[in-house]
């Protein structure tokens, strides 16, 4: 699958010599990723830093950190709520967010201009495959993704995907990027734990190791969400909560209300 790269780099008037020289190879390098590896990449000058950093890091935090190794939270936002954009790269992988590196980690700039996104990759699986302890809900939706065929999934899986409520004005967090402000752009960070694509039709599922009312809620907001965010018809799409252990009277109520449940 290809990659875009995008470089979010602002040339300050306060910028020292060193901080300018910085900047500037970021740039170099980006340019140089495009001409060597001909991976699409933009360089964005003018940005909102905390639209850009709720958008694209924070909404894909979880399986960001899993990738990188690092805390979105730590990396790019302050204690103080200050957040550092500036310098920041993020690699897209389908118009969705698939990695990133902070400013002070330039070495990430240079290594993949000279190995390419074959290197990239496999940075990918070594810190998935090296992840600290996983928690019950993310062990339960590992083991869905691998069973999932078998369970008659057999369409595309995709992990955490992020219920961007600014594309009702027409943007993507791969498209709009810089300084444009959508109503949309204070809410909350909200993602579908696992979305199934198949053939037109999508299933929305909220992972918990036990049913319970708020995997329900969430189930069903989620599904009412996506179909307005994508303008799909109802009927096109379903939701389920994956879980381990069953509550008998949220299971009725999950029948009642179209909620499928699947026990991994």
Request: positive net charge.
């Amino acid at each position: 699958m290809a990659y875009k790269i995008v470089l979010w780099q602002r040339i300050e008037p306060w910028f020292s010599d060193q901080m300018l020289r910085e900047a500037q190879r970021r740039i170099r390098s980006v340019e140089e990723i495009q001409s060597r590896w001909g991976v699409e990449c933009d360089v964005v000058a003018e940005f909102d830093d905390e639209q850009v950093y709720r958008r694209v890091f924070y909404a894909r935090r979880n399986i960001l950190s899993r990738r990188t190794g690092q805390s979105v939270r730590k990396e790019l936002r302050s204690r103080s709520g200050n957040f550092f954009v500036n310098g920041t790269v993020a690699v897209f992988q389908d118009g969705e967010p698939f990695y990133y590196a902070p400013p002070h980690r330039a070495e990430f700039l240079e290594s993949f201009r000279e190995k390419g996104p074959a290197w990239l990759r496999s940075v990918v699986e070594q810190n998935e495959a090296t992840a600290g302890r996983r928690s019950r809900a993310e062990k339960l939706a590992l083991k869905f993704c691998e069973r999932a065929e078998q369970l008659g999934f057999h369409g595309h899986l995709k992990r955490e995907y992020p219920l961007n409520l600014a594309r009702l004005a027409g943007t993507s967090p791969a498209e709009d990027l810089g300084t444009s402000h959508t109503p949309f752009a204070d809410l909350s960070a909200k993602s579908i734990d696992i979305l199934h694509d198949h053939e037109g039709t999508y299933d929305v599922m909220e992972v918990k190791p036990r049913l319970n009312w708020e995997a329900l809620g969430q189930a069903l907001g989620y599904r009412e969400l996506l179909c307005v965010i994508e303008n799909l018809p109802q009927d096109k799409v379903r939701a389920h909560v994956i879980c381990k252990q069953v509550d008998s009277a949220i299971a009725l109520a999950c029948r009642r209300l179209g909620v499928g449940i699947i026990r991994v």
